[in-house]
């Protein structure tokens, strides 16, 4: 009972409303309108340098943005273009989504179990944001199929499968994404459906960060875009995927500082206190964080990015460590301001736009969190 009373908690604080007037709710403001005006187009989120295409991924994250900002209207015109557009309902039986629509059409009806996660979480934040328990009913059949589908037992642990096509690489490895396992929101999960394999799936990815992060690995604890695990959970590079710490992996400090901001959760302060030692070291010696590096700790793509800030930023706040501040202020340093709207490094960048807001979500969460614990 009392995992379920932290988990109806944070949940309150994951809806809450913001004060107007912090600089960090404007921030959120400013950049959800601007995100609305350039990248959302009738409920459909488009990637304007990928010829205007769209991937479930961003519906996902425009429907959680929607919520964080109070925007029903924004949140159910997205909604309603994903089920119509993107449902693989009558297609294939499930409530899982296609990944990848051009050109007037689903171009493939595979599914992305990070967006189907994303998807099923901005639904379970609707339904207690806004009473409106269809919501949550829509997310209970997603999450469903994410465990019949999405998943695999192997090597005596429940494991997250990047997709619901074949799950190894032709070798008998399984593929592996560690930016997709995510475990506060498989907490969350658990709460509302009582499904046990979620905490499984929360294990199972610390686990796999853990691994991933041994010294033996280059001594930089990072980790990588993709890899595949064998038997005796041997972990090898993905041929044909990224092993960089790169676009994808960046995502893991941040999905991982969810968990820690929510719950205090000490797996998390692990995981992030390894990245935190790397991103100390790197701002010690050169000032700056650069975009990729290998795992091992070498800078393979040297400018500067506004998520590799998030993601540094995710792990020094973690940490207590004052260069927290000093990552934040970098990540603004990439905003602009154009007609009362925030962009993050380029207006047309969807990525870059679809992620830099979460830094100062997390400090809202934060002072949320500590403001009720006080009150209690």
Excluded at 2 to 17: D, E, F, K, N, Y
Excluded at 49 to 59: C, I, K, M, P
Excluded at 327 to 347: C, E, T, V, W
């Amino acid at each position: 009972m009392l995992i379920v009373g932290l988990l109806a908690l944070a949940t309150v604080w994951l809806v809450s409303c913001w004060p107007a007037e912090t600089d960090d709710a404007i921030v959120l403001r400013k950049s959800w309108a601007g995100y609305l005006h350039t990248f959302v187009q009738d409920g459909r989120v488009v990637r304007p340098r990928n010829g205007f295409d769209t991937v479930s991924e961003g519906q996902a994250y425009a429907m959680i943005r929607a919520v964080t900002a109070s925007d029903r209207t924004s949140f159910d015109a997205i909604l309603l273009w994903t089920e119509k557009n993107l449902s693989r309902r009558e297609q294939s039986g499930d409530n899982l989504l296609a990944w990848h629509y051009a050109d007037g059409r689903v171009v493939d009806w595979q599914a992305a179990s990070d967006a189907d996660i994303d998807y099923a979480y901005s639904l379970l934040l609707a339904g207690r944001k806004w009473g409106d328990p269809s919501y949550a009913r829509l997310a209970r059949k997603v999450l469903a199929d994410i465990l019949r589908l999405e998943t695999i037992s192997y090597e005596g642990r429940l494991r997250l499968l990047p997709w619901n096509r074949k799950p190894t690489d032709g070798n008998g490895y399984v593929v592996q994404n560690p930016s997709y396992y995510s475990p506060a929101q498989f907490k969350l999960f658990f709460a509302e459906t009582g499904d046990g394999r979620w905490l499984e799936l929360a294990a199972t990815g610390y686990d796999l960060l853990d691994r991933l992060q041994e010294p033996a690995g280059g001594g930089a604890f990072l980790v990588p875009d993709w890899c595949r695990i064998g038997e005796g959970g041997d972990l090898r590079e993905l041929e044909g995927y990224s092993s960089l710490y790169g676009w994808d992996a960046l995502r893991v400090p941040m999905r991982i500082a969810l968990d820690h901001a929510l719950f205090h959760e000490p797996r998390a302060a692990r995981v992030l206190g390894r990245f935190a030692e790397f991103y100390t070291s790197e701002f010690k010696r050169f000032g700056h964080v650069h975009s990729v590096y290998s795992t091992g700790g070498r800078s393979v793509v040297y400018d500067e990015n506004p998520l590799s800030y998030a993601a540094a930023y995710a792990a020094l706040e973690a940490s207590g460590s004052p260069l927290a501040e000093t990552a934040y202020r970098r990540l603004q340093r990439f905003s602009h301001l154009k007609k009362g709207h925030i962009y993050y490094l380029d207006r047309k960048d969807y990525y870059a736009n679809s992620l830099s807001w979460l830094p100062s979500y997390y400090r809202l969460l934060l002072n949320s969190r500590k403001s009720s614990l006080q009150d209690r």
